[in-house]
Every structure is written in C-alpha cells, then in structure tokens.
C-alpha cells in the first residue's frame, strides 16, 4: 500500500518521538558500548536469517539486551537490523522505520519493567530461578507494547476499529514471545556467568533448530492452505452461484466442532472437509449445475455423483485425514435415504454429519439459483424439523448453540457478487442434488 493515510504517518511519527525520548538520559559513560554493539550486531544477522528462512519474527537476543542492559542502552539494539531489513512493501523506508520505533519502545519497555523489578541484579548473580518472575513480567510487557502498536497501526493505516484491531492479539503472541523469552533469559545468564558472552551465544544454536522446524512446518500449512484454494476456486468458477459457499460450510463446521469440544487438529480438519465437501462438481456437466428450474431423475442422479468425484480427487491428499469421508458421505442421511451409499445413523462418520448440517444451513440461507435465503433462525428451524431423519440432532443442536454465541455473518452473494438477503424457500430436501 503506497498511499499511506496522514493518520498512519502520524501515527509512525509519534513512535518515532516516543523512541527518542526512550533514549534519554543514556549514560554515555557507564554504557557497555561493546556489549551494545555485540547484541545489534547478533541482533541483525539473526533478523536478515529469520526473515529468509523462518515463519515469523526472532526475539531472544533483543530481550537478552532487556535483561542486560539500562533501558535506553536496550533500545538501541533493534535499531540496526530493523533499518537494514527489508520490509518487502512499499513505502520501504516508512514500513522500516516503523517497524525500528515499535521493536525499540517494546524494547525499552521490558528493560524499563525488568530492571524496576530487580531483574539485572539477579541476572548478575546467575540467580537462574530467582530471574525468572522479573524476566516473565518483562516478557509480558515486551509482548503488550508490541501488540498494543501493531493494533494501533492497523487501525489508523486500515481503518479497523480499535477493539477489532487488538482482539486476539496479545494471547496469539504471548507463546512464542513467552519461548524467545526464556532463550533471552539463558543468554543473559551466560553472559553473566564465568563461561561469558560466547556461551550465550551458543544458545541460539538450538533456538535456531528449533525455530526452523516451525517454519517447515508453517510452509507445509502455507502448501496445505494453496491446494484447497486452488480447488475451491476451481468449484466456484464452474458453479458461479455458489461461489463463497466452500468458505462459509467450512466456516460453519468448525463452529459446530467446536462446540463439540473437539480439539483443534480435529476442527481444523473439519474446516476442510467442510471448504472441500463440494470438489466432486468439478466432474459434473457444468449446465448442470447452472440450470434454472427442475431436474430431471437423470440429471439429478448425474449430480449426485459429486461426493464420489470428490473423494477420489482428494484421495491421494493425505494431510486431509478424515475429511476425505466427509465429502464422501455429506449427503447420507440418518434414515437411510441419503447418497451415495445409503448408510444410516452411526454407520456416517461423525465428520460427514457435521458437514451435512452446515452444508444445509448456508444452503438455505443463501441465494440459489433455484431458492431464495431464508433468515438463520428459519433455516434453524428446519435443521430442527429434519433432526433425527436426515441430521444428527448433536450437529443441529451444536450449531444452534455456537450461532446463539457467535452469530452468522458472512455475505450472501449470487452469481453477479450482489449482496441478497431476502426471505423464504423450499426445504432442505428440494435443494439435495444440487448442494
């Protein structure tokens, strides 16, 4: 985003004054400038690494400078490597120095907290156990700054409402600032103790393994998140009226795993099968799936091919686990009569009737080519109706409670993207092929 609004430069210029104000008073005289200059040095190559190799920012060494070093010596250390590291989006030169204000205040902050507590003195001592409550109350200063200024940036560059900007944010941060703080913590206490500032160091060794096989990780979820996107995109462009539905399927079966007390591997897969459940379309004759009015016997029971389509798409994906019987098996229903195999009750896996709930809930709270949406609370209604023939009543149930909590807001969009959100249709049964 090249054009930044006056209110975000604004906003960059504050930090910018709160950092040199930060550094003052610096004692000159009693600075360890070599210690200063050690730590930025550190401080940058791991930066430049982390960036090219690693999912995410590299903190330790700037909270080993918080535990080492008086609150204005520790905010120079993030200086250099926030300036010399590209931001990757323009304007480059605001984006650094921004990001070189936000890291010196978080810096100053947990030094500041850090020493107030007595922290350096206990660093010092090598008081390992005894730096650890000073140590952990800097690291949640540390990750409060930092959250409270990326929130405050997103809201005055993006316009997002302040609550929305920060909620989540310092929970999300706080475990892997809380690891990189206890690596700072180790670091600080080598470069007290005899073994000195070469031992700390070493401590970034593992923390560097470690970190890596993180991000591995992240890029294989990153991998992951493409394909299914490729997929989806592939359904929406044949089936343009339901474009959006994927999402808002998956959006919905995981409210309802959670309301299940299923754990989060287990929702994130149900977030797939339900993104996922429709992939089978591609193998049907798209005039098909586009046809104003009726079906015929033929015509439907070409449709209700797709979850077999979809399964032997998804087949060789492995990372999908369980969600491959999901889009097999949404359309069963618990009397028997569903597709494709006529399975009954607990014979469908769990996660195919989770799917079959929410893929029934935005179907009829969306526009169709053959219906029109109807309000949350008919559509629910319906679920209820239809509860123990075609649903599972838990799914129908978990979903009444997590929209009672959460609400239902994503758009409604037809084929030409407008928004519709008119009243009324034809029960879940009329829309079964073409879901």
């Known amino acids: 985003m090249e054009a930044v609004p006056p209110r975000a430069r604004a906003y960059v210029t504050c930090a910018v004054l709160g950092t040199l104000l930060s550094l003052l008073p610096l004692p000159v005289t009693h600075t360890p400038w070599w210690a200063v200059a050690l730590l930025a040095a550190v401080y940058a190559g ?72 007595g922290g350096r003195a206990a660093v010092a001592a090598s008081g390992f156990p005894r730096a650890l409550a000073p140590a952990g109350v800097a690291v949640l200063a540390f990750c409060l700054v930092l959250t409270v200024l990326d929130g405050g940036i997103l ?31 180790m670091m600080a206490v080598l470069w007290r103790s005899p073994y000195g500032p070469v031992a700390a160091l070493l401590v970034l ?29 592939a359904v929406d462009i044949k089936d343009g009226y339901t474009r959006g539905h994927s999402e808002r399927v998956g959006q919905a079966s995981m409210m309802i795993a959670r309301e299940l007390g299923m754990d989060d591997e287990r929702v994130e897969v149900l977030r797939f099968a339900g993104i996922l459940h429709d992939v089978g379309k591609l193998g049907v004759p798209t005039r098909l799936l586009r046809k104003d009015g009726p079906l015929t016997p033929e015509e439907r029971r070409v449709i209700e091919l797709h979850p077999e389509y ?14 491959r019987s999901a889009i097999l098996h949404h359309h069963e229903r618990l009397d028997g009569t569903g597709y494709p195999y006529g399975l009954m009750g607990s014979q469908i896996p769990e996660c195919a009737r989770v799917v079959a709930v929410a893929d029934a809930f935005d179907a009829m709270t969306s526009t169709r080519s053959y219906s029109r949406a109807r309000p949350v609370g008919a559509a629910l209604e319906e679920l209820e109706r239809c509860a123990g023939a075609q649903f599972d009543p838990r799914m129908v149930t978990a979903l009444t409670r997590a929209l009672d909590r959460y609400g239902w807001h994503p758009a409604v969009t037809a084929q030409d993207g407008t928004s519709l959100v008119p009243p009324a249709p034809p029960a879940p049964d009329r829309q079964e092929a073409r879901r």
Not at 54 to 67: I, K, M, Q
Not at 157 to 185: D, K, M, T, Y
Not at 310 to 323: C, K, N, T, Y
């Open 155 to 185: 809201a005055a560059a993006e316009r997002v409402p302040l609550r929305r900007a920060w909620q989540g944010r310092f929970a999300r941060s706080l475990v892997p600032i809380g690891v990189h703080g206890l690596a700072g913590l």
């Open 310 to 323: 979809g399964h032997e798409m998804v087949r060789g994906i492995s990372f999908l686990g369980e969600a």
């Open 46 to 117: 791991c930066e430049q690494f982390a960036r090219r190799r690693f999912a995410g920012p590299f903190y330790p060494v700037l909270l080993a400078a918080a535990f080492l070093l008086s609150p204005p010596a520790a905010a120079l250390v993030p200086l250099p490597g926030a300036a010399l590291t590209r931001a990757g989006q323009r304007p480059e030169a605001l984006r650094r120095t921004w990001r070189a204000a936000q890291l010196a205040l978080a810096v100053w902050a947990a030094a500041r907290v850090h020493g107030a507590l």
């Open 205 to 233: 060794l593992p923390m560097c393994v470690s970190w890596w096989a993180y991000a591995q990780y992240h890029r294989e979820r990153a991998a992951h998140q493409a394909t299914i996107r490729a997929l989806v995109q």
